[in-house]
């Protein structure tokens, strides 16, 4: 078992920054790639960005790509998620999760932390 905890969110302008944290415990950290997704009220899950095992390759939904990095720290156990350029269409609760492989969907997902809240104001 792996077991994720996100922090980091909140409520932020238009334009505003803000960086997420996922807390890793449980199985070898290093031995898993990572994942953001984010889902709005009524609205399914969806990906935002993910890394692999090294740190070396990352993606991004082209919604984010240039305003958002995904990092990680394997030494730390954490994958961060700066987000930049904040819109109102970026609300949501954003979901960190652990797999196998890089992911881009929801079923390629092994573990999933509870969730942080990001609200964006116009």
Known sequence: QVRLVESGGGLVQTGGSLRLSCAASGRTFSNYAMGW?????????????????????TGYANSVKGRFTISRDN????????????????????YCSAGNTMMVKVTQSDYWGQGTQVTVSS
């Open 37 to 57: 997704f984010r889902q709005a009220p009524g609205k399914e899950r969806e990906f935002v960005a993910t890394i692999s095992v090294s740190g070396r390759n």
């Open 75 to 94: 030494d730390k156990n954490t994958v961060y998620l700066q987000m930049n350029s904040l819109r109102p269409e970026d609300t949501a609760v954003y």
